[in-house]
Structures are given as structure tokens and as C-alpha cells.
Nanobody
Framework: QVQLVETGGGLVQAGGSLRLSCLVSGRTFSTRAMGWFCQAPGKDRDFVAAIDWFGGDTIYADSVKGRFTISRDFANNTVYLQMNSLKAEDTAIYYC??????????????????WGQGTQVTVSS
């Protein structure tokens, strides 16, 4: 079993930045792909970004390319999502997810096996 805990959400003005963290514990050796998803009220959970835990390859949703950066820290078993130039439409609950497979990096919700509880990001315009 893999446990994921997200932190770092909050309220920020449009144009501002936040960094989300996802601490990975448990059977961490099972994880290969780490992803971030977001879900706004009344909407589906959408893909944001993913990273190959060992290789470091990354993919992004078109809506966040050039603004968000996903990275990982082996020493601290943590995955980060640096969010810059935030927009009101980025407001959502952000979830961290993990999967055993990373080739190709998964973008779909059903492809991920483990999920965190989510952290709220609110961007005021």
C-alpha cells in the first residue's frame, strides 16, 4: 500500500504562485509514475501533470504548460507541483496520485492506483 499526503494549498491572488507537495510513504518502491490532478466544483477530475519517478520524464496538460512544473525529491520521497502565473480558473482541489507503471506516463484517472486526500487551491481574481 502507498500513502500520499498533499500540502501547500491556499488562497492566492491571480498572477501569484503556490508550491504543492505530496509526501509518499508505505511501499514507495511500488511507485513508478506520480501525477497531479485537479477537480473544480461540479466538474470532472482533470489531469495536470505527471512525472516518471526514476527517469524524471514529465508531461503536462496544455492548460498549464509553461506555468506549472512537476518535480520529485528522492531523499524526501516527495513530489512537488510549482504553480506560477495562477489564474482564477486554476481554482480547484488538487490531488496527488501514484501508479506502478510509467511507460507511457499515464494521464487518465483510472490509470492511477493510489490517491491523496487533496488540497484546496483558490485563486482570487
Amino acid at each position: 500500500q502507498v500513502q500520499l499526503v498533499e500540502t501547500g494549498g491556499g488562497l492566492v491572488q491571480a498572477g501569484g504562485s503556490l508550491r504543492l507537495s505530496c509526501l509518499v510513504s508505505g511501499r514507495t518502491f511500488s511507485t513508478r509514475a506520480m501525477g497531479w490532478f485537479c477537480q473544480a466544483p461540479g466538474k470532472d477530475r482533470d489531469f495536470v501533470a505527471a512525472i516518471d519517478w526514476f527517469g524524471g520524464d514529465t508531461i503536462y496538460a496544455d492548460s498549464v504548460k509553461g506555468r506549472f512544473t512537476i518535480s520529485r525529491d528522492f531523499a524526501n520521497n516527495t513530489v512537488y507541483l510549482q504553480m506560477n502565473s495562477l489564474k482564477a480558473e486554476d481554482t480547484a482541489i488538487y490531488y496527488c496520485a501514484a501508479n506502478r507503471l510509467s511507460s507511457p506516463l499515464p494521464r487518465a484517472v483510472p490509470q492511477y492506483e493510489w490517491w491523496g486526500q487533496g488540497t484546496q487551491v483558490t485563486v482570487s481574481s
